[in-house]
């Protein structure tokens, strides 16, 4: 297979260490593709699932920057054919807002004016976090953006870059020069999982921490609905499997597709109680669900509804179909049971 010129690598990756960018790691050893990837070092040996990937060249992600201008210097062009920043603070329930605007924006923005400088392809993950509770639904319109209502500062400093982003085309259509990088696409990830979430701790997919409840006690708890019309557990989102977000990623280095920031998600909201029944059923266990008060501190910042509008991808040419959530849970599962 003879790869366009974003994949003839290395492809920078930050956040390799992590969820969405190990699994995206895993797909580029596979595809052959060599890589920098950037995180904590620390991860790179302290996380089981990580074992068995070749990460290529490993960069600390403190030191980045002064690493793509030495290399680029060194080498007198870019030392990767794309970056693909997937590293941020995803803790829905961090409230420092200067750390998030670090670590969230300020970080992105400065990925981003490197790559507008040297001309190279830039993808980064945005959030349905940004769409709040939903007051102007989930269209991925580009002109909602400044319209947005997150719930929580996680959200709004992932809708902040967006607008930005927007701002830069703005920019570039006014003739300024290096205002956006040749190509380049957001995603607003929904409500991913997969495997390799074991790091997250309690922003771990409902399925993970299902799971492991059954193992332990052959019961799963979730949270009760305290919103009128509702049901417990029929709280619905848009849960979408990694092994799709990953395709959606290589689809949009390959292509690549028209500058903008796009939804990534299933496009067909799912209940929690469809969730745990399905992680039930993928253990072959009778189900048995505990329903539990939704803590205090989460009940104003919960989502009750998401569902992704997809036609803008599919307009861009993305037509494979997204995994189902029961065959999704089941290769999940499977995973967790072999440990690989």
Known sequence: MTLLPALTGPLLVTGAGGFVGARFVERANARKIPLVSVDDPSYFTARKELSGLDFGTIVDREKLFDWLEAETARLERPPVTAIVHLGACTDTMELDEEYLAKMNLDYTKRLWAYCAKRKVP??????????????????DDDTLTPKLKPLNPYGESKRAFDEWAFAQEERDRAGEADAVPPSWAGFKFFNVYGYGEDHKGKMASVILHAYRQILATGGAKL???????????????DFVFVEDVVDVLFFALEKPIRRGVYNLGSGKARTFLDLVRATFHAMGKPERIEFVPTPES???????????????????????????????????????????
Do not use: C, W
């Open 298 to 340: 989460l009940r104003e910042r919960y989502q009750y509804f998401t569902e992704a509008k997809m036609d803008r991808l599919r307009n861009q040419g993305f037509t494979k179909p997204f995994t189902s959530l029961e065959n999704g849970v089941a290769a999940y599962v499977e995973r967790l049971k072999s440990g690989r």
């Open 122 to 139: 830039f993808v980064y993950a945005s959030s349905a976090a940004t769409y709040g509770a939903g007051e102007f639904g989930y269209d």
């Open 223 to 237: 949270f009760q609905s305290h919103k009128e019309g509702i049901k417990d557990g029929e709280q619905s989102r």
